[in-house]
């Protein structure tokens, strides 16, 4: 755990509560990301984001250090994600970028955005790279929720095997098993265009 993470979690179970806002202000945004990805609408993400640290302060006498704290408050993200997708009847998704809030007009339901696009390309191929990042965004989004979460966590969020598998409480051959799950599922719905793709 990052020596200030360790500095600012001691004050604050000594009694300087404000402290708290130093993890606040460190892991805001990308709490924001993941919860964004994962419920594909702003609000939904800011609320869930806002609960998980919420609870992280709650919690915070129970966390013992052994995996770092980003990691511990992302499966507390995760989590909140999960019962609030329980909560609600899941919303239609569009395209809007990750961890930014969606411009009124441009996007005005939500949603996970994967972007494929080339920015040097022609305006034809950057319309077709559109297109096939809202399918690729859509067929990510239609995942089985644990599927979703490994895959978006690894491959959009970075976060090495053994971290997602610490996010998700589970073992590591569990998150392969979704990971590989989550990437056939994808090479099967996207086969049209990925053939399409590897043919140029």
């Not at 980003?70 to 609030?84: F, G, M, P, Q």
């Not at 067929?139 to 970075?158: K, S």
């Not at 073992?171 to 994808?186: D, M, P, Q």
Request: with cysteine.
């Amino acid at each position: 755990m990052a020596g200030s993470d360790a500095e600012a979690i001691q004050a604050v179970l000594d009694g300087d509560v404000d402290r708290f806002a130093e993890l606040v202000d460190r892991y805001q945004a990308q709490a924001q990301r993941v919860a964004f990805s994962l419920l594909g609408n702003y609000e939904d993400a800011r609320d869930a984001s806002q609960e998980a640290f919420v609870s992280a302060f709650r919690a915070l006498g129970r966390f013992r250090g052994g995996a770092s704290f980003s990691t511990w408050l992302y499966r507390i993200v995760v989590n909140e994600c999960k019962d609030a997708f329980k909560r609600r009847a899941r919303r239609p998704l569009a395209a809007a970028s990750i961890g930014e809030e969606p411009h009124a007009g441009d996007n005005p339901t939500g949603g996970l955005f994967v972007d494929v696009a080339d920015a040097a390309a022609g305006p034809g191929d950057q319309a077709a790279g559109r297109e096939l990042s809202r399918r690729i965004s859509a067929e990510i989004a239609a995942l089985p929720f644990r599927q979703r979460t490994v895959f978006l966590l690894h491959h959009v969020h970075g976060l090495p095997l053994a971290e997602v598998a610490a996010v998700m409480g589970c073992r590591l051959g569990t998150v392969k098993s979704h990971l590989f799950r989550a990437t056939e599922h994808l090479r099967e719905r996207l086969a049209d265009v990925m053939g399409t793709e590897e043919g140029r």
